[in-house]
């Protein structure tokens, strides 16, 4: 090769090798993110809100999909939502009360509803409708008020719009609609814009790329590309977190993983078999506390007890995993009064026990059905959750140097065994007690 020549294909090769590094060079958080991310971690508990137009169906949020409606006969809802009872400052307080530090509510579910009167106008939203009322702007003023973070779900798919190009879930109200996703993808931008820049979420949570996806023998294949990498850089421009229920293994520019109805690692509801936890995020579990479903359902019996919202918030802490926890409001605008109740229960737990879920991590003993830990520094918590057990053995380095229950009227005590284990026994203060948590200082 004449020298020229080698000098102009050396170049060549080194623009090719630098260039596929710049294309792959790993992302790198900034600081901000990095700081918001651990904020949210150290939140562990926030309610999840479900709420839209199908709360006046009262079938749950897939009525549209599921009870095989016309979308044009559906959207015409819009004309009778008016939830004269809403009162964000009360939802808000029945919220903080129960411990809850965030809220996070549907901006814009699959049915393609907006949530507040957005100016990305495409005739669907919550100012054309008799209520006109901006409802994420009055909840953003209430959690300011009240110093808990709002974050906003986001439908990716969308059963309304002509561009959205129809995935499996999609075509049973849209058919075998092909869209034009730049168009649909300019939409959500614009509409992303308008939500961080109004309302100043602490993160966008998206929902519905799976109806593109899908797993076989560890192979994905998928039916569009959303481009996410330019969406994602849109919302960390603004100092935003992304969060996306996609049941995939996490991408490098997403903040916190999320798992749907399962405990992280577990895959105990069928979501999540193909999504491996990532221990360099915070994770969070999104939960119900109605049976199966997230948007109001009338008829439907099947409530979760303050009991099993205790356990879920101190499993998912033990996986060092945040427990959010949905309710969905009626179409007047009430949530409905038995989760009321029960989230005063959690929150007279919460007041009692908080210490062993706030700003701790995953105690790295007992991930059993009966006990299971959380930790701050030298201090391991222990969650005594089925009532009766009263009795716990486990390998334990250090001195303990107290040793105390959390609730009222419970005592607890420790023993070391010649090898080293710690015998932990409680004495339960009513046999109805639940999580009981014994506070230990190890030195
Ligand atoms: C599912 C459902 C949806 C719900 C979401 C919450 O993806 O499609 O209705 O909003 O889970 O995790």
């Not at 936890?277 to 994770?283: E, I, K, Q, S």
Request: a neutral charge.
């Amino acid at each position: 090769m004449k020298e020229p020549m080698m000098k102009k294909t050396i170049h060549l090769a080194a623009a090719l090798v630098l260039g596929t590094f710049a294309l792959h060079a790993a992302y790198k958080p900034e600081q901000w993110n990095l700081e918001a991310r651990q904020k949210f971690a150290a939140q562990r508990f926030g309610v999840f809100i479900h709420w839209g137009l199908y709360a006046n169906y009262a079938q749950g949020e897939w009525y549209l999909q599921q009870g095989k409606l016309d979308e044009k006969a559906y959207s015409r809802m819009m004309h009778g939502f008016c939830p004269s009872k809403f009162d964000a400052k009360e939802w808000v307080r029945v919220f903080k009360d129960a411990g809850a530090k965030y809220v996070t509510i549907t901006s814009r579910h699959h049915d393609g509803f907006s949530l507040w009167p957005t100016k990305v106008d495409d005739g669907y939203n919550i100012a054309l409708t008799p209520f006109k009322r901006d409802i994420l702007g009055e909840l953003a003023e209430a959690c300011k008020e009240e110093g808990l973070q709002l974050n906003f779900y986001y439908s990716l798919m969308d059963w309304h719009r002509k561009d959205y190009p129809a995935g499996a879930a999609a075509k049973a109200v849209l058919g075998d609609q092909k869209g034009d996703y730049a168009s649909y993808k300019a939409f959500m931008l614009a509409q992303i814009t308008e939500l961080i820049d109004s309302y100043r979420p602490g993160n966008i949570w998206f929902d519905g790329e799976w109806e593109h996806a899908k797993c076989k023998d560890g192979k994905w294949t998928r039916t569009l590309d959303w481009e996410f990498d330019s969406i994602y850089d849109l919302i960390h421009s603004k100092k935003t977190l992304v969060a996306n229920n996609n049941h995939q293994p996490i991408r490098p520019k997403e903040d916190i993983q999320l798992f749907e109805r399962d405990l992280p690692g577990e895959n105990g509801a069928g979501f999540s078999p193909n999504q491996t936890v990532a221990h360099d995020r915070p994770v969070e579990q999104c939960d119900v506390i109605q049976d199966n479903v997230w948007g109001y359902k009338i008829g439907e019996k099947k409530f979760r007890t303050a009991e099993d919202v205790v356990a879920m918030v101190a499993r998912a802490a033990a996986r060092d995993a945040n427990l959010l926890m949905n309710i969905g409001p009626d179409g007047s605008g009430q949530l409905p009064s038995r989760a009321v109740e029960v989230l005063k229960d959690v929150g007279v737990w919460m007041r009692r026990n908080g210490e062993s879920i706030y700003g701790t991590t995953a105690g790295g003993v007992g991930l059993l059905k009966d006990v299971v830990s959380t930790r701050r520094g030298n201090v391991l918590y222990l969650h005594f959750i089925t009532p009766g057990v009263t009795k716990f053995a486990f390998r334990l380095n250090g001195e303990v140097v107290a040793c105390d229950c959390l609730a009222d009227g419970g005592k607890a005590s420790v023993e070391r065994m010649p090898s080293g284990d710690a015998v932990v026994t409680l004495e339960r203060p009513g046999k109805d007690a639940f999580d009981v948590v014994v506070k230990l200082v190890v030195k």
